[in-house]
Each structure stands twice: as structure tokens, then as C-alpha cells.
């Protein structure tokens, strides 16, 4: 198996694995960003960036993660599309296996983001691809005119509805509390949209033979069903970070990676950022602060080896 050595690795390649390869590559660390699938992860599923500092007018989120990309590249960083297998440490020396490549690495950041959680209800995997969908950019155009259900509560749900509202005047948001948990302003902007809140319920079953009929919907407080007609059920109910990689981690009720203020978690030179990391707030610009921090403490622990 071949060994490649650097000075940083990161596995991620989000907007925290990339801020994060820019400031290492750009403060003269060897820096390579480790990456399974393509670079961008949630980000990619943005319509419309609208609020990330300095960028305007809003642009989509794969025109942001590009960019930041050819930047992180154009400071040296690099990229390599595979998948990690294995990490371990040995003296202090952090050990990522591939199936082709064992790299080794100074320092290490583990930047691999969280992905969308599951409804667990009835009729949810039976009808997924055939209305059942959790990204509004990628599918939203088959269900134009048509009727959409979006489930959830915080930015992701409420921003995507306001996606949907584009594409058909026909969108409700299923929600179990008797508010939204999302950002103030964008709640707002997607109430001015039309879309239609249904509070105090849940979704039990979704519909449907070939595709999305209907979702079966419980009212919280009253326990009384109903089905709501619709042919397309966005689903955006939260996230489960990936940390499988790292299981040995404390990490809070969550399961997200609890590390201190400057991205440390308990094991020396291991770092954690952006959506994988234990927060209070989860959002494009968090996540490339996090990576730009960790990126500037692995450069002060690796000149004072």
C-alpha cells in the first residue's frame, strides 16, 4: 500500500473542510482534503445563498462551493476523492486508510458534515424517488404545479418550502410545535411566500401505490388524523452527524463532536468543524470559521513540534 505524508489532512470537503484547506495550504502547511463522495455536501442542495457575508446577489450553492474549491487549490491544498476506511494514531502520527493509500498526517480534521434524518414512518422508503425526496433543489422541478408537502421546523425545512413556493402555489409545512424553530426572517419570508403552516402535527404514513398520494397527519395535542392530498413530501426533520469514523470521541445528546473553542477535541492534533462539531448554531458561515480556526491551531501546534 502506498504511504503519502502531510502536514494536515482533513476529511471533508463542505465549507468547513475547505476554509479549512485554504488557511493551512495559505499559512505553508502540506495540507490534502479527503473527500468520499464530491465536494460541497448541504451546501450543494442551496437554491439561493442569500445570507453568507460578502455574497451578493445571492448565488446557488454549487457556484459557492466551486469557488471556494479553486481557492483552497490555488493556495496548494489538495483534493482527493476517496473514501476513508480506517483512522487511527500511532506516536503522533495520525493514520487515515483508503483502499489504495495510507496517508499520515500531523494534525487531522474531521470535517464530514451530517445528512438528513429519516421519518421512520410508513410508506416512507417504499415511496422514496417517487415523490418521497430530501433535497427541493434536486427534485422540485418534477413536482411543478403540483401539490408538496415539506416536513419540518427550522432553517433547512423553512428555507427549501420557500424554495418550493417557486415552483408551485401549492406548498404546506407540516410542523409538531405551534411555532417554527427556524431563523425569524426566513419564517417570515415564507409565510409572505403562501406557504401554508399546518401546526401541532406529525406525519404517520405516507400514501400512495405507484407514487405520493397523501400523507396520513396527526394532531399532536388532539391525537385526531387526517390525510392531506399531494404529490410530492420533502422531508427535513433534522440531521445525524457523521461521526463514524471517530466513534471513540465524547460527544454531546446529539451526537455531534465536542471539542473546545479552538476545534480541539480530547485527542492532541485531532480537530473537529462545521456540522459534525457540538453548537449552538449550524450555518454556512459557522462552519467556515470552524475550519479556518482549526486550520490556524494546527499550524501553531505543527511549528512547535
Given at each position: 500500500?502506498e504511504?503519502k505524508?502531510?502536514?494536515?489532512i482533513?476529511?471533508?470537503?463542505g465549507?468547513a473542510?475547505?476554509a479549512?484547506?485554504?488557511?493551512?495550504?495559505?499559512?505553508?502547511l502540506k495540507?490534502?482534503v479527503?473527500e468520499?463522495?464530491?465536494p460541497?455536501g448541504?451546501v450543494?442542495?442551496?437554491n439561493?445563498?442569500?445570507?453568507?457575508?460578502?455574497?451578493f446577489?445571492?448565488?446557488?450553492?454549487?457556484?459557492?462551493?466551486?469557488?471556494?474549491?479553486?481557492?483552497?487549490e490555488s493556495?496548494?491544498?489538495?483534493?482527493?476523492?476517496?473514501?476513508?476506511?480506517?483512522?487511527?494514531?500511532?506516536?503522533?502520527?495520525?493514520?487515515i486508510?483508503?483502499?489504495?493509500t495510507?496517508y499520515?498526517s500531523?494534525c487531522?480534521?474531521?470535517?464530514?458534515?451530517?445528512?438528513h434524518?429519516?421519518?421512520?414512518v410508513p410508506g416512507?422508503?417504499?415511496?422514496?424517488?417517487?415523490?418521497?425526496s430530501?433535497?427541493?433543489?434536486?427534485?422540485?422541478?418534477?413536482f411543478?404545479?403540483?401539490k408538496?408537502v415539506?416536513?419540518g421546523?427550522g432553517?433547512?425545512a423553512?428555507?427549501e418550502?420557500?424554495?418550493?413556493?417557486?415552483i408551485s402555489?401549492?406548498v404546506?409545512?407540516?410542523?409538531?410545535?405551534d411555532?417554527?424553530?427556524?431563523?425569524?426572517?426566513?419564517v417570515?419570508?415564507?409565510?409572505?411566500?403562501?406557504?401554508k403552516?399546518?401546526?401541532?402535527?406529525?406525519?404517520?404514513q405516507?400514501?400512495?401505490?405507484?407514487?405520493?398520494?397523501?400523507?396520513t397527519?396527526?394532531?399532536?395535542?388532539?391525537?385526531?388524523?387526517?390525510?392531506i392530498?399531494?404529490?410530492?413530501v420533502?422531508?427535513?426533520t433534522?440531521m445525524?452527524?457523521?461521526t463514524?469514523l471517530?466513534?471513540m470521541?465524547p460527544k454531546d445528546?446529539?451526537?455531534y463532536?465536542?471539542?473546545?473553542e479552538?476545534?480541539?477535541?480530547i485527542?492532541?492534533g485531532l480537530f473537529?468543524?462545521?456540522?459534525?462539531?457540538?453548537?449552538?448554531?449550524r450555518?454556512?458561515?459557522?462552519?467556515?470559521?470552524?475550519?479556518?480556526?482549526?486550520?490556524?491551531?494546527a499550524?501553531?501546534?505543527?511549528n512547535?513540534?
Amino acid at each position: 500500500m502506498e504511504i503519502k505524508a502531510f502536514d494536515y489532512i482533513i476529511i471533508g470537503a463542505g465549507p468547513a473542510g475547505l476554509a479549512g484547506a485554504q488557511y493551512a495550504a495559505r499559512g505553508g502547511l502540506k495540507t490534502l482534503v479527503l473527500e468520499g463522495m464530491g465536494p460541497g455536501g448541504q451546501v450543494m442542495q442551496i437554491n439561493e445563498l442569500e445570507n453568507y457575508p460578502g455574497v451578493f446577489p445571492a448565488i446557488n450553492g454549487s457556484e459557492f462551493i466551486e469557488t471556494m474549491k479553486q481557492q483552497a487549490e490555488s493556495f496548494g491544498a489538495e483534493i482527493a476523492y476517496v473514501q476513508v476506511l480506517s483512522i487511527d494514531k500511532t506516536g503522533d502520527i495520525f493514520v487515515i486508510k483508503t483502499r489504495d493509500t495510507e496517508y499520515h498526517s500531523k494534525c487531522l480534521c474531521i470535517a464530514t458534515g451530517a445528512i438528513h434524518r429519516n421519518l421512520e414512518v410508513p410508506g416512507e422508503k417504499e415511496l422514496t424517488g417517487r415523490g418521497v425526496s430530501y433535497c427541493a433543489v434536486c427534485d422540485g422541478p418534477f413536482f411543478r404545479n403540483k401539490k408538496i408537502v415539506v416536513v419540518g421546523g427550522g432553517d433547512s425545512a423553512c428555507s427549501e418550502a420557500i424554495y418550493l413556493s417557486t415552483i408551485s402555489s401549492d406548498v404546506q409545512i407540516i410542523h409538531r410545535r405551534d411555532s417554527f424553530r427556524a431563523q425569524k426572517a426566513v419564517v417570515e419570508k415564507m409565510l409572505d411566500k403562501g406557504v401554508k403552516p399546518v401546526y401541532d402535527s406529525v406525519v404517520k404514513q405516507i400514501n400512495g401505490t405507484v407514487k405520493v398520494e397523501s400523507v396520513t397527519v396527526e394532531n399532536v395535542k388532539t391525537g385526531e388524523q387526517s390525510e392531506i392530498a399531494c404529490d410530492a413530501v420533502f422531508v427535513f426533520t433534522g440531521m445525524i452527524p457523521q461521526t463514524n469514523l471517530v466513534d471513540m470521541l465524547p460527544k454531546d445528546e446529539g451526537g455531534y463532536i465536542k471539542t473546545n473553542e479552538e476545534m480541539e477535541t480530547i485527542i492532541p492534533g485531532l480537530f473537529a468543524a462545521g456540522d459534525v462539531r457540538s453548537k449552538s448554531f449550524r450555518q454556512i458561515v459557522t462552519a467556515v470559521s470552524d475550519g479556518a480556526i482549526a486550520a490556524n491551531r494546527a499550524k501553531e501546534i505543527i511549528n512547535h513540534k
